[in-house]
Each structure stands twice: as C-alpha cells, then as structure tokens.
C-alpha cells in the first residue's frame, strides 16, 4: 500500500512538472526584449498587426517595420517610431511624436501640436494647421512649417527649410552645420543659419500689397522688412531678394546677394562681395564683382 501511494505522488509531480511554465531567467529575458518607442511600450507592433484602426482616439505607441510602411494616427497623443524603409506617416487630430528611422520618409503633421525628428536619410518633414517643432536628421532634408506658431530645425545635411506662407503666424528656423537654404514667407520669422553657408529667400514673397524688401544682414536684432512682419537674420551669408524693388544691405563679412526681379538697390559694404542683379534697373554699391543681364548702375 506504501508503495502504491509512493508511485502515486511521483506520478503526480511529473503531471505538474509538465503544465507548469518555467520561471526565472527564462521569462526575465521575454520580458527584457519587449519592444519599445521613444522609452515608451509599444501597443501596436506593425510587425504583428498588418492593418491596425486608424481612428482610435487614445494614446498608441506604433513601431513600424523594416519594409516601407504607411501609418496614420487618429485622435490621441500618438508616438510612432518608423523602421528602415521609405515610409509615410499622418499625424491625426492629437498631439504627436514621430520618430523617423533610416529610409527617406516623409512626415505630415495634423491638427495638434506634433513633434518630428527627421532620420538618418533624405527626409520631408510638413507641418499643418497646429503648431510643431520639426527636426531634420543627418541626411539633406526638407523642413515645412505650417500655419501655426512652428520651431523648424535644421540638421547636420543641406536642408531646404521653408517657412508656413502668408497665413503663418511666426517661425523659428535654426540650421544645422550643412550650407542650407531658407524660404523665408510671412509672420514675424527668426532666421539662424548657424555654421555652413547659409541662404534666405524672399522669391516666394510674391503679394499684391508689396511694393519691396528691405533687408540689412548687418543688423543683429529684428527688423520690418516690408514683408508683413518683423524678421530677424543671424549667421545669413547669402540673400536673394523678392520679385519687386528691393533694397538689400551687406554684412562686414563676404556675402552673395542676389537682387531677383524688380529695380533693386544692393550695398554690399565691408567684405569682398559677389552682388547679382537678376534682372530690372539695378543700382550697386561697394561689390566686388556686380553681375546683371539688364541696365546696371555702379558706384
């Protein structure tokens, strides 16, 4: 009887032996590996779930997949992290975080204030209607900002940073260490070149109720350009002015200043400076080399 018992209770530990999941380091490393977005746990793995609802309206954390991938947030404060394809990603009606991998992507902001860092490739970065703070990565991106109040930063590549158009309210542009250019629009606009060689633009300041530009790269503080708002240039060493009668003015340093369209008056100061006309009556002062395919003044 003894014996009996005894076979039953070995038989018993097998059974439990047998149902019972390992514990220890075994699970410690599951749980290690779990997947993560920006420090944050992932909820929705794109590896894992193909066709996720794009209208969920609380917080996702999305990871994206090694393959070119297409994601769309809905109304929460979303976070998504992209993998190394060439991915496309639309932020939805929140406040979101997007985080670009290797691949060249591109990345459009939505309704809230949303937060983009460019990656390591060639990236567009687009925000919309609410404000954001758009980064590039390393390779040669294009920066967008939208209507709102945005912070556009540019990064170690040659980027095209363009600031929100006619219905923007007022930017912030520092670029990174690449040669960069700046699209410079309306609203009230800080310009910061940083390292590099660095160009603004007023070409695309095209409106019926301005008449020209004047820019001067040596004051250090704000000024009314006569585009609609007050701007300030800092680190600029070339300047391209807008399609009407422009008055552009040089740094003490060596600077490029290209006068566009209209009859402009450029003064490129100290410096040994390259000035185009670009077409019209143009007058120049204190150029090195004055280059213009019209009628030109040179004193």
Known sequence: MARARARVAILAAVLVAAVVPAVGPASSVASAVRPTCAGRAVTIDLKKVHHPNPLRSFPDVILGTPGADRIRTGGGDDVVCTGGGNDHVISGRGNDVLRLGAGNDVAIGGGGYDVIYGGAGDDRLEGRVGGSRLSGGRGDDVVLGGRDVDLLLGGPGADRVSTGGERALSEQVHLGPGNDLVEATWGDELLDGGPGIDTVSYNGTAHPLVLGLTVDLFLGGPQDAGGGGIDELRSIERLVGSPYDDV????????VLLGDLGDDVIDGRGGHDLCYGGGGADT????????????VTVR
């Open 284 to 295: 120049f002062t204190s150029c090195e080399l004055a280059v213009e395919d019209r009628e």
């Open 248 to 255: 552009i003015l040089g740094s003490d340093s060596d600077d």
